[in-house]
Protein backbone atom coordinates (compact mmCIF):
# COMPACT_ATOMS: atom_id res chain seq x y z
CA UNK A 1 0.00 0.00 0.00
CA UNK A 2 1.12 3.81 -0.71
CA UNK A 3 0.12 5.69 1.95
CA UNK A 4 -0.26 9.51 1.57
CA UNK A 5 -1.13 12.02 4.59
CA UNK A 6 -2.52 15.35 3.60
CA UNK A 7 -1.48 18.74 5.38
CA UNK A 8 -4.78 19.33 6.32
CA UNK A 9 -4.80 17.40 9.23
CA UNK A 10 -2.98 20.47 10.93
CA UNK A 11 -6.13 22.59 12.19
CA UNK A 12 -8.40 24.14 10.29
CA UNK A 13 -7.88 27.08 7.96
CA UNK A 14 -5.09 29.00 7.36
CA UNK A 15 -2.77 26.93 9.08
CA UNK A 16 1.12 27.51 8.84
CA UNK A 17 2.39 24.72 6.22
CA UNK A 18 5.82 24.79 8.09
CA UNK A 19 3.96 23.76 11.27
CA UNK A 20 2.00 20.65 9.56
CA UNK A 21 5.39 19.63 7.99
CA UNK A 22 7.15 19.27 11.26
CA UNK A 23 7.76 15.36 12.48
CA UNK A 24 5.96 14.26 9.21
CA UNK A 25 9.53 12.26 7.70
CA UNK A 26 9.50 10.11 11.41
CA UNK A 27 5.59 8.63 10.22
CA UNK A 28 5.40 5.30 8.39
CA UNK A 29 4.15 7.09 5.04
CA UNK A 30 5.13 7.06 1.76
CA UNK A 31 4.40 10.64 0.88
CA UNK A 32 2.04 13.47 1.65
CA UNK A 33 -0.67 15.83 0.09
CA UNK A 34 -0.30 19.49 0.47
CA UNK A 35 -3.59 20.47 1.00
CA UNK A 36 -5.70 23.76 0.55
CA UNK A 37 -6.37 24.76 3.62
CA UNK A 38 -2.76 26.63 4.27
CA UNK A 39 -1.58 30.74 5.12
CA UNK A 40 -0.22 32.61 2.18
CA UNK A 41 3.46 32.47 2.83
CA UNK A 42 5.58 34.28 0.01
CA UNK A 43 8.79 31.71 0.82
CA UNK A 44 6.30 28.62 0.53
CA UNK A 45 8.53 26.48 -2.13
CA UNK A 46 11.28 27.05 0.36
CA UNK A 47 9.78 26.02 3.55
CA UNK A 48 8.13 22.37 1.69
CA UNK A 49 12.00 21.62 0.58
CA UNK A 50 13.47 22.34 3.97
CA UNK A 51 10.84 19.98 5.97
CA UNK A 52 9.93 17.44 3.63
CA UNK A 53 12.24 15.16 1.31
CA UNK A 54 10.11 12.40 -0.95
CA UNK A 55 6.97 12.16 -3.00
CA UNK A 56 4.12 14.83 -3.01
CA UNK A 57 0.97 15.36 -5.02
CA UNK A 58 -0.82 18.67 -4.38
CA UNK A 59 -4.57 19.95 -3.61
CA UNK A 60 -6.76 22.58 -5.53
CA UNK A 61 -6.01 25.91 -3.80
CA UNK A 62 -2.37 24.66 -3.09
CA UNK A 63 -0.28 27.63 -2.86
CA UNK A 64 -2.79 29.48 -1.16
CA UNK A 65 -3.74 33.12 -2.53
CA UNK A 66 -2.98 36.21 -0.23
CA UNK A 67 -6.71 36.74 -0.55
CA UNK A 68 -8.47 34.62 1.74
CA UNK A 69 -11.65 35.53 0.84
CA UNK A 70 -11.60 33.89 -2.52
CA UNK A 71 -12.60 30.45 -3.21
CA UNK A 72 -12.21 28.79 -6.53
CA UNK A 73 -14.52 27.59 -8.81
CA UNK A 74 -13.26 26.94 -12.45
CA UNK A 75 -17.24 26.38 -13.57
CA UNK A 76 -18.37 29.42 -12.72
CA UNK A 77 -20.74 31.75 -14.79
CA UNK A 78 -19.04 34.91 -14.01
CA UNK A 79 -16.12 35.20 -16.53
CA UNK A 80 -13.87 37.13 -13.81
CA UNK A 81 -14.41 34.64 -10.85
CA UNK A 82 -13.95 31.44 -13.29
CA UNK A 83 -10.42 33.46 -15.03
CA UNK A 84 -9.38 34.33 -11.40
CA UNK A 85 -9.87 30.19 -10.22
CA UNK A 86 -8.24 28.94 -13.81
CA UNK A 87 -4.92 31.16 -13.51
CA UNK A 88 -4.58 30.26 -10.24
CA UNK A 89 -5.25 27.17 -11.23
CA UNK A 90 -2.12 26.95 -13.52
CA UNK A 91 -0.13 28.84 -11.09
CA UNK A 92 -0.55 26.09 -8.89
CA UNK A 93 0.28 23.07 -11.72
CA UNK A 94 3.35 25.23 -12.59
CA UNK A 95 4.24 25.14 -8.71
CA UNK A 96 3.50 21.50 -8.35
CA UNK A 97 6.18 21.25 -10.96
CA UNK A 98 8.93 22.99 -9.95
CA UNK A 99 8.35 20.98 -6.15
CA UNK A 100 8.60 17.73 -8.12
CA UNK A 101 5.27 16.79 -7.50
CA UNK A 102 3.18 13.86 -9.03
CA UNK A 103 0.01 15.28 -9.71
CA UNK A 104 -2.48 18.43 -9.11
CA UNK A 105 -5.89 17.73 -8.26
CA UNK A 106 -8.66 20.44 -9.17
CA UNK A 107 -11.78 20.56 -7.42
CA UNK A 108 -14.60 20.77 -10.54
CA UNK A 109 -16.38 23.75 -9.27
CA UNK A 110 -20.13 24.88 -8.11
CA UNK A 111 -23.38 26.01 -9.30
CA UNK A 112 -23.72 28.73 -6.92
CA UNK A 113 -20.98 30.94 -5.28
CA UNK A 114 -19.82 29.73 -1.91
CA UNK A 115 -20.06 32.12 1.07
CA UNK A 116 -17.27 30.96 3.34
CA UNK A 117 -18.40 33.43 6.36
CA UNK A 118 -21.65 30.69 6.64
CA UNK A 119 -20.00 27.11 7.53
CA UNK A 120 -20.93 25.43 10.37
CA UNK A 121 -19.54 23.49 13.02
CA UNK A 122 -19.75 19.80 12.41
CA UNK A 123 -19.00 19.87 8.39
CA UNK A 124 -16.38 21.38 6.37
CA UNK A 125 -18.38 21.46 3.70
CA UNK A 126 -19.36 25.67 1.75
CA UNK A 127 -22.49 27.17 2.43
CA UNK A 128 -23.79 28.50 -0.55
CA UNK A 129 -26.00 31.29 -1.69
CA UNK A 130 -29.64 30.89 -3.47
CA UNK A 131 -28.60 31.92 -6.82
CA UNK A 132 -28.04 29.08 -8.61
CA UNK A 133 -26.50 28.56 -12.15
CA UNK A 134 -28.23 25.60 -14.18
CA UNK A 135 -26.02 22.70 -14.28
CA UNK A 136 -25.23 22.23 -17.81
CA UNK A 137 -24.17 25.79 -18.17
CA UNK A 138 -21.62 24.98 -15.11
CA UNK A 139 -20.80 22.07 -16.43
CA UNK A 140 -19.98 24.09 -20.02
CA UNK A 141 -17.62 26.09 -18.17
CA UNK A 142 -15.89 23.14 -16.25
CA UNK A 143 -15.29 22.25 -19.40
CA UNK A 144 -13.76 24.89 -21.31
CA UNK A 145 -11.58 25.67 -18.12
CA UNK A 146 -10.23 22.41 -18.27
CA UNK A 147 -9.53 22.38 -21.72
CA UNK A 148 -6.21 24.90 -20.85
CA UNK A 149 -5.78 23.25 -17.24
CA UNK A 150 -4.89 19.96 -19.39
CA UNK A 151 -2.54 21.57 -21.81
CA UNK A 152 -0.74 23.69 -19.07
CA UNK A 153 -0.18 19.80 -16.88
CA UNK A 154 0.69 17.98 -20.16
CA UNK A 155 3.21 20.65 -20.80
CA UNK A 156 4.72 21.06 -17.15
CA UNK A 157 4.72 16.91 -16.97
CA UNK A 158 2.02 16.70 -14.35
CA UNK A 159 -1.32 14.45 -13.98
CA UNK A 160 -4.23 16.44 -13.56
CA UNK A 161 -6.91 14.89 -11.29
CA UNK A 162 -10.48 16.37 -10.66
CA UNK A 163 -11.44 15.49 -7.09
CA UNK A 164 -14.82 13.26 -7.10
CA UNK A 165 -17.66 15.21 -5.42
CA UNK A 166 -20.67 14.46 -3.38
CA UNK A 167 -22.66 16.00 -0.76
CA UNK A 168 -25.93 15.10 1.74
CA UNK A 169 -25.83 18.77 2.69
CA UNK A 170 -25.38 20.53 -0.23
CA UNK A 171 -27.25 18.92 -3.22
CA UNK A 172 -27.63 20.22 -6.55
CA UNK A 173 -24.61 22.90 -6.17
CA UNK A 174 -21.40 19.83 -6.87
CA UNK A 175 -20.48 19.25 -10.02
CA UNK A 176 -18.98 15.88 -10.84
CA UNK A 177 -20.81 14.12 -8.26
CA UNK A 178 -23.45 11.13 -10.86
CA UNK A 179 -21.82 8.61 -13.10
CA UNK A 180 -23.63 10.49 -16.04
CA UNK A 181 -21.29 13.37 -15.53
CA UNK A 182 -18.41 11.22 -15.56
CA UNK A 183 -19.34 9.19 -19.08
CA UNK A 184 -19.51 12.73 -20.44
CA UNK A 185 -16.12 14.22 -19.53
CA UNK A 186 -14.32 10.96 -20.18
CA UNK A 187 -16.15 11.24 -23.44
CA UNK A 188 -15.14 14.92 -24.23
CA UNK A 189 -11.22 14.26 -23.29
CA UNK A 190 -10.58 10.63 -23.27
CA UNK A 191 -7.12 10.82 -22.16
CA UNK A 192 -5.24 13.24 -19.42
CA UNK A 193 -7.31 13.70 -17.52
CA UNK A 194 -7.68 11.55 -13.98
CA UNK A 195 -9.78 11.27 -10.61
CA UNK A 196 -8.49 11.95 -7.19
CA UNK A 197 -11.45 9.44 -5.79
CA UNK A 198 -12.76 11.02 -2.34
CA UNK A 199 -14.23 8.24 -0.78
CA UNK A 200 -16.58 10.26 1.75
CA UNK A 201 -17.68 12.30 -1.50
CA UNK A 202 -18.99 9.23 -3.82
CA UNK A 203 -20.54 7.66 -0.92
CA UNK A 204 -22.68 10.30 -0.22
CA UNK A 205 -23.29 11.12 -4.04
CA UNK A 206 -24.22 7.42 -4.24
CA UNK A 207 -26.87 8.08 -1.86
CA UNK A 208 -28.04 11.06 -3.82
CA UNK A 209 -28.01 9.54 -7.30
CA UNK A 210 -28.88 5.78 -7.12
CA UNK A 211 -25.26 4.01 -7.87
CA UNK A 212 -23.10 2.31 -6.12
CA UNK A 213 -19.55 2.80 -4.65
CA UNK A 214 -18.21 -0.65 -6.14
CA UNK A 215 -19.96 -0.11 -9.47
CA UNK A 216 -18.25 3.63 -9.41
CA UNK A 217 -14.69 2.29 -8.61
CA UNK A 218 -14.59 -0.83 -11.16
CA UNK A 219 -16.05 1.44 -13.93
CA UNK A 220 -13.73 3.94 -13.12
CA UNK A 221 -10.99 2.68 -12.28
CA UNK A 222 -8.21 2.84 -14.80
CA UNK A 223 -9.02 6.41 -14.21
CA UNK A 224 -8.52 6.71 -11.18
CA UNK A 225 -5.02 7.65 -9.54
CA UNK A 226 -5.33 8.75 -5.75
CA UNK A 227 -7.96 7.99 -3.48
CA UNK A 228 -8.54 10.37 -0.28
CA UNK A 229 -10.04 8.70 2.75
CA UNK A 230 -11.68 9.57 6.08
CA UNK A 231 -14.02 8.95 8.38
CA UNK A 232 -17.38 10.36 9.23
CA UNK A 233 -21.03 9.54 10.33
CA UNK A 234 -22.43 8.62 6.67
CA UNK A 235 -24.12 12.21 6.76
CA UNK A 236 -21.62 14.99 6.58
CA UNK A 237 -18.37 15.55 5.34
CA UNK A 238 -16.35 15.17 8.84
CA UNK A 239 -12.79 14.62 7.61
CA UNK A 240 -12.17 12.36 10.92
CA UNK A 241 -9.23 10.10 11.60
CA UNK A 242 -9.75 6.39 10.97
CA UNK A 243 -11.43 4.18 13.21
CA UNK A 244 -11.33 0.28 13.17
CA UNK A 245 -14.53 -0.52 11.70
CA UNK A 246 -14.66 2.71 9.31
CA UNK A 247 -16.82 2.05 5.92
CA UNK A 248 -13.76 3.12 3.93
CA UNK A 249 -12.50 -0.67 4.76
CA UNK A 250 -15.27 -1.98 2.85
CA UNK A 251 -13.57 -0.76 -0.82
CA UNK A 252 -10.00 -0.28 -0.50
CA UNK A 253 -9.77 -3.90 -1.47
CA UNK A 254 -10.83 -2.61 -4.89
CA UNK A 255 -7.90 -0.13 -5.08
CA UNK A 256 -5.12 -2.02 -4.85
CA UNK A 257 -2.57 0.23 -6.43
CA UNK A 258 -4.15 3.56 -6.28
CA UNK A 259 -1.97 5.45 -3.72
CA UNK A 260 -4.12 6.02 -0.73
CA UNK A 261 -4.02 9.60 1.33
CA UNK A 262 -5.53 10.28 4.89
CA UNK A 263 -7.25 13.86 4.48
CA UNK A 264 -8.17 14.58 7.75
CA UNK A 265 -9.00 17.75 9.83
CA UNK A 266 -8.00 19.33 13.41
CA UNK A 267 -6.61 15.95 14.43
CA UNK A 268 -3.52 15.07 16.65
CA UNK A 269 -0.33 13.19 15.61
CA UNK A 270 -1.48 10.22 17.65
CA UNK A 271 -4.48 10.26 15.92
CA UNK A 272 -2.63 10.21 12.62
CA UNK A 273 -0.19 7.56 14.00
CA UNK A 274 -2.85 5.04 15.23
CA UNK A 275 -5.02 5.78 11.60
CA UNK A 276 -1.41 4.73 9.56
CA UNK A 277 -1.18 1.68 11.78
CA UNK A 278 -5.13 0.87 10.66
CA UNK A 279 -4.00 1.04 7.10
CA UNK A 280 -0.65 -1.04 7.59
CA UNK A 281 -2.44 -3.40 9.74
CA UNK A 282 -5.27 -3.43 6.98
CA UNK A 283 -2.82 -4.11 3.45
CA UNK A 284 -1.13 -6.56 5.75
CA UNK A 285 -4.08 -8.90 5.87
CA UNK A 286 -5.39 -8.14 2.70
CA UNK A 287 -1.48 -9.56 1.35
CA UNK A 288 -2.14 -12.24 3.63
CA UNK A 289 -5.43 -13.09 2.28
CA UNK A 290 -4.25 -13.25 -0.50
CA UNK A 291 -1.60 -15.82 -0.56
CA UNK A 292 1.89 -13.25 -0.46
Not at 26 to 40: C, F, P, Q
Not at 100 to 113: M, Q, R, S
Not at 139 to 160: D, E, G, H
Not at 258 to 264: A, D, G, K, S, T
Request: with cysteine; proline share 2%.
Amino acid sequence: MQLFLSTTFYGIINSDISKALEGLDTLDIDGIELGSTHAYQSNIGNIISKNWVGRIVTHNFFPPMKDVEFVMNIASDDIDIRNKSVNHAVFCIKFAASIGAEVYTVHPGFTAKPDIHKNTNYTYDFSFNDEKVDKKISFVNMVKSLKLLIKIAKKNKIRLAIETEGSLTKTGVLLMESMDEYDQIFSIFREDIFLNLNLAHTRFASIEHGFKVKEFIKKYYEKIILVEISHNNGKVDQHLPLVGDSYVFDYLHLLPDVPCILEFRNSTINQIKYSISLMRKYSNEELISAGH
